[in-house]
């Protein structure tokens, strides 16, 4: 159920447990995970020629939470089996959690998705969420990546368990700026890049320098559609980087971050530089 807490948005299973926006999610999922190892659940026994219903899409969108800004977190998934689906559960957990994974019994306890469309043989259900996420976040360890786990039931009392059928990041907002020397140089001459990394802080509420990480500088040619990376650079710890190449026609000039498992990529706009 979907409901507030000191205007924090949050996710939860019946259990209390599990949660999507909110500063405890790993270890709520941990304790959660951690109370239900011990439940004994009876298998499905199901016949050999009778196969378990199969999961055939599952979708969900990345976060980039930055400090303000409204996004939507969209999640959709499908299932079918000869003899109809009569139920489909999800719920969301925490990667970091030591390798702890939720149970089917604790999966199907959620109420996280609800039915979108529905066949004599098929069913999809969905989660959407829409809000100013950042306003939820108060601690910096809720970035990272998360899983989705599902559980399908046919009419016919066959399963399918999937722990991690798919994964999803929440990472922190990154802003990448970069400025050339100068707009004009002789063909063949040095150009040198400078920019700056900063990412968003949730508990402190600002933009701080994002040191320590590797970020390319890229080059396109005037008339072409093609980035080509000329050099790298680390950021410092205040953040700054600067990148020396040679620029042997007019082009586009720009910084590329891939990102990691905690900040999001982002891109600098675009820098003209004459070559002649």
Not at 59 to 88: P, W
Not at 126 to 145: I, L, R, W
Not at 164 to 169: D, L, M, S, V, W
Not at 234 to 263: E, I
Request: aromatic share 10%.
């Amino acid at each position: 159920m979907l409901y507030k807490v000191h205007h924090v948005s949050v996710i939860e299973t019946d259990l209390g447990l599990w949660s999507l926006m909110r500063n405890r999610i790993a270890s709520a999922a941990l304790a959660g995970a951690a109370s239900l190892a011990a439940v004994t659940v009876a298998p499905t026994v199901a016949a050999a020629a009778t196969p378990g219903p199969v999961i055939t899409r599952v979708s969900v969108n990345d976060l980039a939470v930055a400090l303000t800004g409204h996004q939507q977190f969209a999640l959709r998934i499908s299932a079918s089996d000869a003899q109809g689906i009569k139920s489909i559960h999800a719920l969301i957990w925490p990667l970091a959690a030591n390798g702890v994974r939720p149970t089917p019994a604790l999966v199907a306890q959620s109420n996280l998705v609800t039915p979108r469309s529905r066949t004599s043989t098929s069913e999809t259900v969905g989660f959407d969420f829409s809000d100013d996420f950042a306003k939820g976040y108060d601690a910096d360890y809720e970035a990272g990546e998360f899983g989705i786990a599902v559980l399908v039931t046919a009419n016919d009392g066959t399963t399918t368990y999937v722990p991690k059928a798919a994964t999803y990041f929440i990472r922190f907002a990154d802003a990448l700026s970069a400025k050339a020397n100068t707009k004009q140089v002789r063909k063949s001459a040095m150009v040198t890049v400078k920019g700056q990394l900063n990412r968003a802080d949730w508990d402190l509420r600002k933009w701080r320098a994002n040191g320590g990480q590797w970020v390319k500088l890229q080059y396109r040619k005037a008339g072409s559609n093609t980035w080509v990376t000329e050099g790298w650079a680390k950021t410092t710890a205040s953040g700054a980087l600067a990148v020396s190449a040679r620029d042997h026609a007019s082009g586009w000039w720009r910084f590329s971050y891939a990102g990691s498992l905690t900040c999001a990529p982002a891109t600098s706009t675009q820098y003209w530089i004459t070559a002649g």
